[in-house]
């Protein structure tokens, strides 16, 4: 079994900055991809960026430019470096791990950006 802890949720006004983290810890033999993803109230969840171990990143269009994901692969750790923060990022954020074993996700952080 693999175990995901999520951190660093929490309010922000818009423009502000925080910065996500997950540990993934277990049963881990080898990480594939990393990524995280967003839930607004009374939305899907919705695809944000995910990072291959060789540090290939994907994003969504709406947090190019202003979100940067990265991996500490000795730490088996992800992060989200989120910078001017909109009200539309409010959201519980997963952080989403594929292993040779399977697909496991986080418990999930509140985000929420004041205007």
């Known amino acids: 079994q693999v175990q995901l802890v999520e951190s660093g949720g929490g309010l922000v006004q818009a423009g502000g900055s925080l910065r996500l983290s997950c540990a993934a810890s277990?049963?881990?033999?080898?990480?594939?991809?990393m990524g995280w993803y967003r839930q607004a109230p009374g939305k899907q969840r919705e695809f944000v960026a995910t990072?291959?171990?060789?540090?290939?990143?994907n994003y969504a269009d709406s947090v190019k430019g202003r979100f940067t994901i990265s991996r500490d692969n000795a730490k088996n750790t992800v992060y989200l470096q989120m910078n001017s923060l909109k009200p539309e990022d409010t959201a519980v954020y997963y952080c989403?791990?594929?292993?040779?074993?399977?697909?496991?996700w986080g418990q999930g952080t509140q985000v929420t950006v004041s205007s």
């Open positions: 277990g049963s881990i033999f080898s990480i594939d991809v």
């Open positions: 990072i291959t171990g060789r540090g290939s990143t």
């Open positions: 989403k791990v594929l292993t040779p074993k399977g697909l496991y």
